[in-house]
Nanobody, 122 residues
Framework: QVQLVESGGGLVQAGGSLRLSCAASGRTFSTYAMGWFRQAPGKEREFVAAISRGIGVSYYADSVKGRFTVSRDNAKNTVYLQMNSLKSEDTAVYYC???????????????WGQGTQVTVSS
């Protein structure tokens, strides 16, 4: 079992930055691929970024490529999402997830956090 707790969300102006953190319980964090997803009001949850286990190869949705950076610190059992040049359309609840593979589909992720709200004002 893995428990995930996100933090770092908040209100920011367009063009600003936030860094989200996701702390994981358990000793097997390094064996999981980690993903970030988001869900805006009235919309389906969508893929944002993911990072593989091991050497940490990262993947991004086209909408955030060049603005967001995902990273992980296995010693701290934590994955991060650095968000720069934020836009109003980035407003959503952001979720981290742990899974068996690095993928853009939610089905491969077995564990989910409760989410953290990010609001970007224009």
């Amino acid at each position: 079992q893995v428990q995930l707790v996100e933090s770092g969300g908040g209100l920011v102006q367009a063009g600003g930055s936030l860094r989200l953190s996701c702390a994981a319980s358990g000793r097997t964090f390094s064996t999981y691929a980690m993903g970030w997803f988001r869900q805006a009001p009235g919309k389906e949850r969508e893929f944002v970024a993911a990072i593989s286990r091991g050497i940490g190869v990262s993947y991004y949705a086209d909408s955030v490529k060049g603005r967001f950076t995902v990273s992980r610190d296995n010693a701290k059992n934590t994955v991060y999402l650095q968000m720069n040049s934020l836009k109003s359309e980035d407003t959503a609840v952001y979720y981290c997830a742990a899974g068996r593979a690095t993928a853009q589909v939610m089905g491969v992720y077995d564990y989910w956090g409760q989410g953290t709200q990010v609001t970007v004002s224009s």
